[in-house]
């Protein structure tokens, strides 16, 4: 071959660590269970991580240990008349038909459950690692070396999420209600039964949450499954000597990269390309 | 066996990259490689070849048509191959290169073509006079020419360029002229100085070739010439 590029295992991480630091995303979603509207946006930054070459045949270059930290904030909108029963005072009424004057009941209140709004942010983090194969991708008028991420499962766990989120409601909803007077012996009970109605949909909810953080780290080119990510581009027309140097007038002298070639050796990246 | 050498980065251009390199440095600027004073020459003045003056003829205010042309040109890195015959006393050593060419040197014999004198020149010719014509040969010319085989050792060199970064090339450190009788000295001597101008003007900005992928990259080390390579090292910051 005419010309032979290598590059370390240590100058991989730094060519690699430029990319991880700008690798963050964000998005946001809104959905309903039950009686509990709920909009929540996650945002993701990668950080950190050791990429490690393994030799051909392998071909592989493994990315681990990347710290993933981020995000979700989560609002949630539920009326509560939704879900109490509604509470008279005194529990019944009692009504009479006076002849001339019509009906008369006896003077009852019955209480307006009142809407609650409740806003969390929930921050996680965990730490990932992944395994990448090498291709060289024609891309035009370069070439261009890409890392191909194989599959993987993030490994982040919210259920330390659901204490939290139902803690945030249950001392929201105990605020609303002790502002309502006469009611203070039936608050404890009022308030398990919101908690109640919410741990039914409380799976779900989480579920809604990994998905949307899956959706973000999707967005990060250098772990989506389906965008060849390009670690290193070679221009096919490579101009050594450009115009008018050293004179006026000069014409750039041009090689083509007819070939390029990429495989792990030595731990070491190396491109081997043909001139023309 | 890891080429990197405890660098970020290795380059090696392999002595056939060079070569195919000066064919195309050829092919899109064929001055560089051919000199002449017309009427020598072919092709369009300043474009195919590098217009030159005559050279002086001694007692005239006039020179000869002359025309240098450097032929096959071609570059050998270290370990030699087998086909080079290197002329004593140039051997090849550790971290060098060979250059052997061929050059044409043509005179357009016969032919005078006036030149101006310079302002401060003393030997002006008397306007009053009768005019004097510089001698010609019957009125006739001949193309004359000779080819001489040219061989050389160099080394690689990297010197600091005009955008901060350095450029990589190639120098002459001795030129071997043969044939040419009581003349070789002096020949070697300008044959090396018009090598090294043309070799000068084939610098390369090494930070450019392919390593330009990375954003800032610094030579760390080389170039060096071995196994047939001109090898540097670069680490990325």
Redesign the interface.
């Known amino acids: 071959m005419d010309a032979t590029i290598a590059v370390s295992e240590p100058g991989v991480n730094v060519v690699l660590q430029k990319a991880i630091a700008l690798a963050h995303a964000a998005s946001s979603d809104t959905a309903t269970w039950g009686p509990f509207q709920v909009g929540y946006s996650a945002s993701v930054a990668l950080s950190g991580g050791v990429a490690v070459l393994e030799n051909a045949p392998a071909n592989k270059l493994d990315l681990n240990n990347v710290n993933v930290a981020g995000s979700v904030s989560a609002f949630f909108t539920f009326d509560l008349g939704l879900i109490l029963p509604t509470i008279c005072i005194p529990p019944f009424q009692v009504c009479v038909d006076i002849p001339f004057i019509g009906n008369v009941c006896t003077p009852q209140f019955c209480i307006p459950w009142p809407s609650v709004h409740v806003a969390v942010n929930l921050p996680f983090a965990f730490g990932l690692s992944a395994s990448f194969g090498f291709r060289v991708d024609d891309l035009g008028t370069k070439w261009g070396i890409v890392l191909l991420i194989d599959p993987f499962s993030a490994r982040f766990d919210l259920t330390p999420m659901g204490p939290l989120i139902i803690a945030a409601i249950q001392n929201e909803v105990s605020n609303t209600l002790g502002s309502i007077p006469l009611i203070g012996g039936l608050i404890a009970g009022l308030v398990n039964t919101v908690i109640g109605a919410f741990s039914g949909v409380l799976t779900p909810i989480l579920g809604a949450f990994s998905s949307l953080i899956n959706l973000v780290l999707s967005l990060l080119d250098l772990l989506n499954v389906n965008i060849p990510y390009t670690l290193l581009t070679f221009d096919k027309t490579q101009t050594f000597v450009p115009t008018n140097i050293p004179l006026l007038g000069d014409a750039p002298v041009n090689m083509t990269l007819a070939l390029l070639q990429a495989e792990v050796l030595d731990r070491e990246l190396l491109a081997e390309g043909q001139l023309a | 066996?890891?080429?990197?050498n405890?660098?970020?980065?290795?380059?090696?251009?392999?002595e056939?990259?060079f070569n195919?390199?000066i064919k195309?440095?050829r092919t899109?600027?064929p001055k560089y490689f051919y000199y002449a004073c017309p009427p020598l020459g072919a092709g369009s003045p300043?474009v195919d070849f590098w217009v030159i003056p005559p050279l002086p003829v001694p007692g005239t205010n006039a020179g000869m048509p002359i025309s240098v042309r450097i032929l096959d040109a071609l570059l050998d890195f270290r370990p030699a191959q087998a086909g080079l015959h290197l002329p004593a006393p140039l051997v090849l050593g550790p971290n060098q290169f060979a250059f052997t060419a061929t050059l044409e040197v043509c005179f357009l014999c016969g032919a005078l073509i006036a030149m101006p004198v310079p302002p401060d020149d003393h030997n002006r010719e008397n306007p009053n006079s009768p005019k004097r014509r510089p001698p010609q040969k019957d009125g006739r010319t001949s193309r004359d020419c000779a080819k001489l085989s040219v061989w050389a050792i160099g080394h690689p060199v990297s010197t600091p360029n005009s955008v901060g970064g350095r450029d990589v090339g190639l120098h002459i450190d001795k030129i071997i002229v043969k044939d040419v009788g009581a003349l070789e000295s002096l020949i070697e001597c300008y044959t090396e100085t018009m090598i090294n101008s043309l070799l000068d003007?084939?610098r390369?900005p090494v930070e450019?070739?392919?390593?330009?992928?990375?954003?800032s990259l610094s030579l760390a080390d080389g170039p060096l010439i071995a196994d047939n390579?001109l090898k540097v090292w670069a680490?990325?910051s």
């Open positions: 066996m890891a080429l990197t405890g660098h970020h980065v290795f380059a090696g251009l392999h056939d990259a195919k390199f195309a440095y899109a600027r300043g003007a084939l390369y450019k070739f392919a390593l330009g992928s990375f954003a390579q680490d990325i």
